[in-house]
Every structure is written in C-alpha cells, then in structure tokens.
C-alpha cells in the first residue's frame, strides 16, 4: 500500500529561507518519491487561533499558496488544499474533541506555555488564552486523521501533537471501531537537518529571531540586504578566514554541492574577503531561486490561477474526506432514521446497562450521591456530605471494595431494594472496570 505523507503550514507571515531549506524543499522531493501519495496544505483554521488580522491572514495564505507552487509543487501528484476548503476537516474535529480528555490538553506544550508565562507575570492563568489555542492539537489530528496519513513531517516542536493525535485516535477506534480500525496512527517524522539553517546571527532562523532571510519576498535586493548582514568576524581581506561554525558558511552548504562546499572553504582558508563570499553565497542561492522567484511573481499576478488550482486540490481531498466522514458519523450513532434494530429500551452495549453512581448537589448546599441500576431505579442514596471530596471518597470506595466497603457506609438503600441487589450491582460495577 502506499504510504500517505501529510503536512501543513499555518499561514500567518511568510517563508524564509529556513523554511525553503527545511520544509519546502525536502516535502517536495518527498513528494517524488514512488510509492508515497503527499497531502500538502495551508492550515489556515490553525492561522486564526494566532492571528486576528483578516489582511494578513488573506495575504499570508495567498503567498505560501504562490510559494510551494513556485518551488515546483507538482499538484497532479500532491493533494494540495486549503483546511478551510474542507468542511469535513472541523466536523471531524468535533467527533475527536468529544473523545479527548480535558486533562489531556491541560498538558500540551502551546498551552502550557502560555500559563506559564501568565503566572509568572502575576495574571490569571488562562489570561489570553482562547478555545481555540485550547484545543489547537485536535484541529491537528483531525487534520491527519481526516486522510489517515502515515508519516506526519514536522519540526520537534509538534512531535507532541503527532502522540495527542495517535492517542485520540486509539480512543476513537476502541470507543467505535468494533474490532474495526478507523484510524492510522500517525508517525511523527523529524528531520533533524530540518532545524539547522542558521539565521543572520547563528542561531536557528527564525522570524521571531528577526534574523532571517526572505524567500521571495523583496525581490532579489531584500536577498543581497539580508546576506550583508550576516554576522562575520572582522578578519581582513586576505587574512585566512575559518569556515566551520561561520553561519555564512552554513547556509551556503544548504545550496552547494560537495565540491563547491569544499571550494567555499578553501577560498576562505586562502583569504577570501568576507565582502566577496557574500557575493559569491548570493549569486549560489540566487541561481536556484531566482527562477523561483520569477514564476511566484507571475501567480501572485495572477491568484485567481492559484485559486482554480487550490479549488481541484479541495474537491480531491473532499472525495477522500466526505466518504470517511460518512462512516464516522455512522459509527458514532449519527445515522439517517430507520425503525431501531433493538426497541428503544434495552440497550445494546453491556456499558449502557451498567449500574451508575451519581454525584450532584442539592439546594441544602450539600453533597450527595446515589447507584442507579441501569434501568434507572435508585439503589444507594446517601447522606449528605459538607464537601463534595468526601462524597466522591465513599463513591471510589465502594467502586473499588464492592460490598465490602457497604457496612460502614453512610448509605441508605433505594426503596423496596434489597441488599443484595445492591452487592451485585457495585461486583458487575467492579468487574466492569477490571
Ligand atoms: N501545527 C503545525 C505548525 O505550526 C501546522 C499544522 C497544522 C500541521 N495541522 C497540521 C502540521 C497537520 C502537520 C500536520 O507547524
């Protein structure tokens, strides 16, 4: 079978050279690869949860649409689409986020992060915090599992959203799958390359750095700018230079072949002036995205050619999404209406017919909590407690102790309900869990 190969960008800025070095060129390559079936896609949902500039984010989607076209995008090959082009994307979403723990998300990275940098400030911890950052890794899975793909490629700091994805996944497949797999679980695939190209200063390229250099953006005058400012020692023309480390010399790498990389070096060993090498370093990367360049000129000239191309990658996609949703839902109990195989009363799953334990709080301001039996009769109700700790308590104890734990309790059985009824209800409760 083929192996389906997924990614997305969020579509907030535009790309850089990082980006063209570390996700663009290899996805595409990738793409070429016989036997892999890619899933490319602007994961403009993903954008709104950072950004709530309707221009940029119109503009941004535009440009990285223009931009993996321009890197050579073969869209015969490639799903190639905008998550807000495909309805079943956030449909699923939902049927994902009623099977995720809250506590779950408590834990992921993104958020976790924001809360720390709210306490740390002294504010309220969810300060600025909305649903939607929230709830960022399940629009994620739904974005994998929607196409069920294999490998996921991405940067380390989404590996944990791959693992929330593989585990709501699992979820989902023993809630409803009935010895049927819905869902692939998806790998995460981390190309540690993917991190290295440096930024103007050495550290990793990053817009948040301000140390990057623009892709397409500026034509090729913001490229020469943005390479005169790479950070060099001030070592005079013709005193020998050292390359290795150099972040000149890295991203030069990044377009060279073996042996211009080792000519690179040597001139520098031999005295090349700084000034000459970023000549040089402009002119290697110009020659192969400057051709680049010229075709995102011509679509961002034209986006209503990239609109019709993004429109028939949309309608691809939709023919794998729509007739996967349409099992989904029906695993899920959203069927159209039919007389019901089994009368509406007894239900089918031995989970529906379990006895229940309760806990609420009364108008008295006081905790309480009952077993009902699966027809709804009430079997234990208790006492009331001052806090609702210590209801919950008794309510693990006689789950886990069964009757046993029934003589001490501050119970009193339902009425016309013998004590029997009572001790077999908490032992199938017991064995139930185990
Ligand atoms: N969260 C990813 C990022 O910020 C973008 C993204 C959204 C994505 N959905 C995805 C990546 C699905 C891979 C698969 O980089």
């Given at each position: 079978m083929h192996q389906r190969v997924l990614t997305g960008i969020t579509t907030t800025g535009t790309l850089h050279l990082g980006n063209f070095v570390g996700a663009i060129r290899p996805a595409i390559a990738a793409s070429r690869e016989p036997g892999v079936d890619s899933f490319f896609f602007m994961a403009d949902y993903h954008a709104l949860i950072k950004?709530?500039?309707?221009?940029?984010?119109?503009?941004?989607?535009?440009?990285?649409?223009?931009?993996?076209?321009?890197?050579?995008l073969d869209t015969e090959r490639v799903v190639f689409y905008r998550q807000s082009d495909i309805p079943e994307i956030p449909e699923l979403c939902w049927l994902l986020t009623c099977v995720t723990s809250k506590g779950q998300m408590n834990r992921a990275h993104a958020y976790k992060a924001s809360v720390d940098a709210n306490n740390a400030a002294g504010e309220d911890p969810d300060a600025g915090v909305t649903m939607g950052l929230y709830c960022y890794p399940i629009l994620m899975a739904a974005d994998i599992l929607m196409f069920n793909a294999h490998r996921v490629p991405v940067?380390?700091?989404?590996?944990?959203?791959?693992?929330?994805a593989r585990d709501v996944a699992t979820r989902f497949n023993h809630l409803f799958g009935r010895g049927e797999d819905f869902f692939v679980l998806p790998e995460a695939q981390v190309d540690e390359t993917m991190e290295l190209l440096p930024g103007l200063d050495g550290r990793k390229m990053s817009k948040s750095y301000d140390n990057v250099v623009p892709l397409f953006e500026g034509g090729e005058k913001a490229l020469?700018?943005?390479?005169?400012?790479?950070?060099?020692?001030?070592?005079?023309?013709?005193?020998?230079?050292?390359?290795?480390?150099?972040?000149?010399?890295?991203?030069?790498?990044?377009f060279a072949t073996a042996e211009?990389?080792?000519?690179?070096?040597?001139?520098?060993?031999?005295?090349?002036?700084?000034?000459?090498?970023?000549?040089?370093?402009?002119?290697?990367?110009?020659?192969?995205?400057?051709?680049?360049r010229a075709r995102y000129e011509a679509l961002m000239a034209h986006p209503e050619e990239i609109e019709a191309i993004l429109q028939k990658g949309a309608a691809r996609a939709r023919a794998l999404a729509g007739p996967t949703l349409a099992r989904l839902r029906q695993a899920v109990g959203l069927r159209p209406f039919q007389a019901l195989a089994t009368p509406a009363t007894t239900q089918t799953k031995a989970k529906a017919a379990l006895p229940v334990f309760k806990q609420y709080r009364e108008a008295d301001g006081q905790f309480y909590f009952k077993l009902s039996s699966h027809d709804g009769r009430v079997l234990l109700q208790?006492?009331?407690?001052?806090?609702?700790?210590?209801?919950?308590?008794?309510?693990?104890?006689?789950?886990?102790?069964?009757?046993?734990?029934?003589?001490?309790a501050p119970v009193a059985l339902g009425e016309g309900v013998q004590a029997d009824e009572v001790g077999q209800a908490l032992t199938t409760l017991q064995q139930a869990d185990s």
């Open positions: 950004c709530d500039d309707p221009d940029r984010i119109e503009r941004s989607r535009l440009q990285i649409a223009a931009t993996w076209l321009a890197a050579g940067g380390k700091d989404q590996i944990q959203h791959i693992e929330m020469r700018e943005a390479i005169a400012r790479i950070v060099t020692d001030s070592k005079l023309p013709g005193e020998p230079k050292e390359p290795e480390g150099t972040p000149l010399v890295a991203i030069y790498d990044a211009e990389r080792a000519a690179f070096r040597a001139a520098l060993r031999g005295g090349l002036a700084w000034g000459e090498a970023k000549q040089q370093l402009f002119e290697q990367i110009n020659r192969q995205i400057g051709p680049m208790s006492q009331g407690f001052a806090g609702g700790r210590e209801a919950g308590e008794w309510v693990k104890r006689l789950k886990l102790e069964g009757a046993a734990a029934l003589a001490g």
